[in-house]
């Protein structure tokens, strides 16, 4: 009972001093003050920049539960995230358009962002960024995402996605899936 007065204590203390920077994102509208804020509290060390982080998000993204946890050096690139209860991000993962499965552990230096990011020109030129074009990528709930892995496609519940795997294609839940590009090694039918 002490330990949950303590937390609610702590993400009180959190949201208050986080509020101005939220309100002044706009709540996450304001693209450029949302990711500038972001990648600032990224930066605050320790347990209190573990609840700084959650308690930003909690104002400015879709969806982001206090009982989650984003460790030193993560940030979201956008403000179109979901979060459910109790998932863990690891330290040094950059998140786009998403939304991450309840329970679902993130190890660290994850990438989680969808394709076709930046066209081409008819001269082969790369073109800017277009965010109405970005893909929104979903992981299950009680999904494990190893170290370094980059993910570009959903990833279904119940599944592993080993370290340093690159997910280009869409992966059934329940299954281990490694490689570049991630396939099923163990579960269902690879």
Same mark, same amino acid.
């Given at each position: 009972?002490?330990?949950?007065?303590?937390?609610?204590?702590?993400?009180?203390?959190?949201?208050?001093?986080?509020?101005? %920077?939220?309100?002044?994102?706009?709540?996450?509208?304001?693209?450029?003050?949302?990711? %500038?804020?972001?990648?600032?509290?990224?930066?605050?060390?320790?347990?209190?920049?573990?609840?700084?982080?959650?308690?930003?998000?909690?104002?400015?993204?879709?969806?982001?539960?206090?009982?989650?946890?984003?460790?030193?050096?993560?940030?979201?690139?956008?403000?179109?995230?979901? +979060?459910?209860?109790?998932?863990?991000?690891?330290?040094?993962?950059?998140?786009?358009?998403? @939304?991450?499965?309840?329970?679902?552990?993130?190890?660290?230096?994850?990438?989680?962002?969808?394709?076709?990011? @930046?066209? #081409?020109?008819?001269?082969?030129? +790369?073109?800017?960024?277009?965010? #109405?074009?970005?893909?929104?990528?979903?992981?299950?709930?009680?999904?494990?995402?190893?170290?370094?892995?980059?993910?570009?496609?959903?990833?279904?519940?119940?599944?592993?996605?080993?370290?340093?795997?690159?997910?280009? @294609?869409?992966?059934?839940?329940?299954?281990?899936?490694?490689?570049?590009?991630?396939?099923?090694?163990?579960?269902?039918?690879?």
């Amino acid at each position: 009972m002490v330990k949950t007065i303590a937390k609610a204590g702590a993400n009180l203390v959190a949201l208050a001093i986080m509020f101005p %920077f939220a309100a002044l994102s706009g709540f996450g509208r304001v693209a450029v003050l949302f990711q %500038f804020f972001a990648q600032m509290v990224a930066l605050v060390p320790g347990l209190p920049g573990d609840y700084l982080r959650v308690c930003y998000y909690a104002m400015t993204i879709t969806k982001c539960p206090l009982s989650s946890r984003i460790s030193f050096g993560s940030f979201f690139a956008q403000s179109a995230v979901t +979060i459910e209860r109790a998932v863990y991000i690891g330290a040094y993962c950059v998140i786009a358009k998403c @939304h991450i499965g309840e329970r679902t552990q993130i190890a660290s230096h994850v990438q989680i962002f969808g394709g076709r990011q @930046h066209a #081409r020109a008819e001269d082969g030129g +790369i073109l800017p960024s277009d965010e #109405r074009a970005f893909t929104s990528i979903t992981i299950g709930k009680d999904c494990w995402l190893g170290a370094s892995a980059i993910v570009m496609a959903d990833v279904g519940s119940g599944t592993t996605i080993g370290a340093g795997a690159v997910v280009t @294609h869409p992966i059934p839940p329940n299954v281990v899936a490694v490689g570049n590009p991630a396939r099923a090694i163990k579960g269902a039918t690879a």
